[in-house]
């Protein structure tokens, strides 16, 4: 089964600073209905104004997860360390209790805008602080996986995140671990079929619950730019 969430329909925020889309319940928007869904707690799309910055905060145990679309961002904790990362880079923090962490848009005159994820982090499972890598371009790359294979992000809960870069009319099919997953459409649109032969489509800043399905495959409508986060538990 397959549940669309359009852009229109998540939750928004102009602060002049800060425009953002919060397609689950997020600091002023909430929505009893829409707390995460499985492991992934947060799928936010946020645009900083040129020089803008993200204060200090303390998080919840979960890995933290930053794809710039476009500029350059900068993140510092409260242990005295900082990584810079910048479009075409895909950034992993696993936060610690007790340690606070900030962002800067470093540009003075560009804007920065990224997709962050929030995934639960496992208790028992300790991984690096700060993990990054570059985007392939490639038709589908496994961005972060429970085991950092294929060179992937190393995440401390069992998620696949794929990043997809399709051409019009190409298509892809995945094999999914189990009953969940979610795809957000970045740019472009696509229709995502399953074996059931429900069709579903998605475009700009659309996303989609995946529930239920063993396989499914896109079929890009457009240029495609997506990411599929296959939770299966």
Same mark, same amino acid.
């Given at each position: 089964?397959? &549940? ?36 992934? @707690? ?68 560009? &804007? ?12 028992? @499972? ?29 995440? @401390? ?31 472009? &649109? ?44």
């Amino acid at each position: 089964m397959i &549940t669309t969430r359009t852009a229109k329909q998540c939750g928004q925020a102009d602060f002049g600073w800060l425009q953002a889309r919060y397609t689950f319940s997020f600091g002023h928007y909430f929505d009893p209905k829409l707390l995460g869904y499985a492991s992934l @707690r947060v799928l936010n799309q946020e645009v900083l104004a040129p020089g803008a910055s993200f204060q200090p905060r303390t998080y919840p145990k979960v890995d933290i997860l930053n794809l710039i679309l476009e500029g350059e961002a900068e993140y510092r904790d409260s242990e005295g360390n900082h990584v810079q990362a910048k479009a075409g880079e895909a950034l992993l923090i696993a936060t610690q209790p007790g340690i606070s962490y900030s962002e800067h848009n470093l540009s003075k005159d560009k &804007t920065l805008t990224r997709l962050q994820l929030w995934l639960d982090a496992c208790p028992e @499972r300790e991984n690096p602080p700060v993990q990054k890598i570059d985007l392939l371009g490639d038709k589908q790359q496994l961005l972060a996986s429970p085991d950092a294979s294929t060179n992937s992000l190393q995440l @401390r809960q069992q998620v696949w995140l794929h990043h997809i870069e399709l051409d019009k009319g190409e298509r892809l099919s995945f094999q999914l671990h189990g009953p969940r997953a979610y795809l957000q459409s970045i740019h472009g &649109t696509v229709h995502a079929l399953t074996t059931a032969e429900e069709k579903e489509a998605l475009t700009c800043g659309d996303g989609a619950f995946i529930r239920d399905e063993a396989n499914i495959t896109l079929v890009a409508d457009t240029p495609l730019r997506a990411l599929l986060i296959d939770l299966p538990v």
